[in-house]
């Protein structure tokens, strides 16, 4: 028989116990299955090819309310953290895809109108400052705040129960200063 003793540290007691909001319709055709709490994703590409921007649209998604104001948006209505190490993510690009994306919504008939309307531009405003509230951003400019930030990662989340999405672009941003500093010297066969 195996008396074995399992023992779990306090962060993993937290996050067993706390429900965190789902993002499980992040993107139905890139995740058909879904996404489920503990799912690892890389995004790969050339320099160029759009992955910063695919990351914006995916944040936009994640921190947009499900409904607000009795408006269907079709949000995920959930916390994100990006620990921005290439600073190519803009959170003015994010804005911009909100507020586009809030405009092809239209509100519901009411009794005065006879045709649905587009929100107004305080309305959006609104929706954007509340999503917004949901998003932290952890800025790194060197190989040790990027240390750093992953091991303050437990204590952010552990007081936030909203973030249901962690983002790093890149991890590979300071992937020269750890070889410099290591002295391991590599040649790169493609």
Same mark, same amino acid.
């Given at each position: 028989m195996?008396?074995?003793c399992?023992?779990?540290? &306090?962060?993993?007691?937290?996050?067993?116990l706390?429900?965190? +909001? #789902? /993002?499980h319709? !992040?993107?139905?055709?890139?995740?058909?299955? &879904?996404?489920?709490?503990? =799912?690892v994703?890389?995004?790969?590409?050339?320099i160029?090819?759009?992955?910063?921007?695919l990351i914006?649209?995916?944040?936009?998604?994640?921190?947009? +309310?499900?409904s607000?104001f009795e408006?269907d948006?079709?949000?995920l209505?959930? &916390?994100?953290i /990006?620990?921005? $190490?290439?600073?190519?993510?803009? !959170?003015?690009k994010?804005?911009?895809?909100?507020e586009? @994306? !809030?405009?092809?919504?239209?509100? +519901?008939?009411?009794?005065?109108?006879?045709?649905?309307?587009?929100? =107004?531009?305080?309305?959006?405003?609104?929706i954007?400052? @509340?999503?917004?509230?949901?998003?932290?951003v952890?800025?790194?400019y #060197?190989?040790?705040?990027? !240390?750093? @930030?992953?091991? $303050?990662l437990?204590?952010?989340?552990?007081?936030?129960?909203?973030i249901s999405?962690?983002v790093?672009?890149?991890?590979?941003?300071?992937?020269?200063q #750890?070889?410099?500093? $290591?002295?391991?010297?590599?040649?790169?066969? @493609?």
């Amino acid at each position: 028989m195996d008396y074995g003793c399992k023992a779990e540290s &306090g962060l993993q007691l937290l996050a067993r116990l706390s429900s965190r +909001p #789902d /993002i499980h319709g !992040l993107d139905e055709k890139l995740f058909s299955g &879904g996404l489920h709490f503990g =799912d690892v994703v890389e995004i790969t590409g050339d320099i160029g090819s759009g992955k910063t921007l695919l990351i914006t649209q995916l944040l936009a998604k994640c921190l947009l +309310p499900k409904s607000m104001f009795e408006i269907d948006i079709g949000g995920l209505g959930a &916390g994100a953290i /990006i620990i921005n $190490s290439d600073h190519h993510f803009q !959170l003015l690009k994010l804005v911009s895809i909100m507020e586009s @994306t !809030l405009l092809k919504i239209r509100k +519901p008939k009411s009794n005065n109108s006879e045709e649905n309307q587009q929100l =107004d531009s305080s309305t959006i405003e609104k929706i954007i400052k @509340t999503a917004l509230a949901n998003l932290i951003v952890l800025n790194c400019y #060197d190989r040790v705040q990027l !240390l750093v @930030t992953f091991h $303050s990662l437990d204590n952010i989340l552990s007081s936030n129960k909203n973030i249901s999405l962690i983002v790093v672009d890149s991890l590979s941003a300071f992937n020269w200063q #750890d070889i410099v500093i $290591s002295g391991i010297h590599k040649m790169d066969f @493609t």
